[in-house]
């Protein structure tokens, strides 16, 4: 049972989550405030971290920060800023991934998987899957429909991107931090380029997308083509 840390100052929501995701077959425990929070998240004892960046103690970032200069468990930040400049720059101080309030317990299980799934003790196999697409991320192979895909390092590292967050527009500032590491925007261009490539190796493109859906003005999602 996956062990995980809520550290969230509502207390309406920190007990619906808590108990939502207890039904959901997680085991739970909760800090009302960042100082505690940290202690805890830093302990060893746990699976994953939800972090809310609005603590009354201390603020969120600097938590995140203190966090990951021990730690490398994962954190999932809860944010009420739907702000780019500060989802990059956390994703940057290192959390693994991050929620938008409002959001439901379905949709943080979702994540939670996802970066349990990505930090899991099944080093073996770490292998993505979306519909007829595996990634590969040991050996760094891709297939589609059995068939081998031949993708230069950006390419891979682009696709298993988005295919480790399925269903979630990813914008194209945060694609730059995590797969260019280039936080402050950088050549417009390059995602672009590089998506039509990985387009046309997934045989699709922008104007009939499979798996590669753009949502104008905002970013990139995969999706299953099947779903
Ligand atoms: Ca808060």
Request: proline share 5%; glycine share 6%; with cysteine.
């Amino acid at each position: 049972m996956p062990q995980i840390l809520i550290v969230e100052d509502d207390q309406r929501i920190r007990e619906s989550l808590a108990m939502r995701l207890a039904d959901r077959g997680y085991s739970v425990e909760t800090c009302q405030a960042a100082m505690p929070g940290v202690e805890r998240a830093v302990s060893g004892e746990f699976d994953a971290v939800v972090l809310d960046l609005g603590l009354p103690d201390l603020d969120g970032e600097q938590a995140l920060r203190m966090i990951r200069a021990v730690s490398a468990v994962p954190v999932i930040i809860a944010t009420a800023r739907d702000e780019e400049a500060a989802i990059v720059r956390l994703l940057d101080a290192g959390a693994d991934d991050y929620v938008t309030k409002p959001f439901s317990a379905d949709h943080l299980a979702a994540r939670l998987r996802a970066v349990l799934r990505r930090s899991g003790p099944d080093e073996d196999n770490r292998q993505l899957t979306v519909g007829d697409l595996t990634i590969d991320l040991d050996s760094r192979e891709v297939t589609l429909a059995g068939e081998k895909l031949d993708l230069k390092t950006k390419e891979f590292d682009l696709l298993a991107y988005l295919a480790e967050r399925p269903g979630r527009v990813i914008r194209k500032r945060e694609l730059l931090a995590a797969v260019w590491r280039q936080p402050y925007g950088g050549p417009d261009k390059t995602i672009d380029v590089h998506l039509s490539w990985i387009r046309k190796k997934l045989g699709e493109s922008a104007a009939a997308p499979r798996f590669i859906h753009t949502e104008r003005g905002v970013g990139v999602r995969l999706v299953d083509p099947a779903e």
